[in-house]
Nanobody, 124 residues
Framework: QVQLKESGGGLVQPGASLRLSCTAS????????IGWFRQTPEKARECVAS????????EYGYGLRGRFAISRDNMKNTVYLQMNNLNPNDAAVYCC?????????????????WGQGTQVTVSS
């Protein structure tokens, strides 16, 4: 029943911006914390950002606060990740994840449901 679907990835030049979307179905969306993670073949999966169920609390991965912004629109069952000033180190498959709990989890094992991901490529 629980389904997460990401969109918005693509190929961009360094310095460009992207906004990723994570749309959920099959559960009461506003009771879930949502996280964005990214993964490459060379690096372990890391949390980019997470947001609490009501949007009041946000956490960001190291060095990303101020450049990335996570937000949610519970009426649309959607969480967004605005990514600005992208650089090649940001290239990865970006996945969103959900868990029914309070707070802003930042570890992949804390999440129960996952989308399939959207590719972000940053290249000159």
């Amino acid at each position: 029943q629980v389904q997460l679907k990401e969109s918005g990835g693509g190929l961009v030049q360094p310095g460009a911006s992207l906004r990723l979307s994570c749309t959920a179905s099959g559960y009461t969306f506003n009771n879930y914390a949502i996280g964005w993670f990214r993964q490459t073949p060379e690096k372990a999966r890391e949390c980019v950002a997470s947001v609490s169920w009501n949007g009041a609390n946000r956490e960001y991965g190291y060095g990303l606060r101020g450049r990335f912004a996570i937000s949610r629109d519970n009426m649309k069952n959607t969480v967004y990740l605005q990514m600005n000033n992208l650089n090649p180190n940001d290239a990865a498959v970006y996945c969103c994840a959900a868990v029914r709990r309070v707070g802003t989890p930042t570890r992949d094992y804390e999440y129960d449901y996952w989308g399939q991901g959207t590719q972000v490529t940053v290249s000159s």
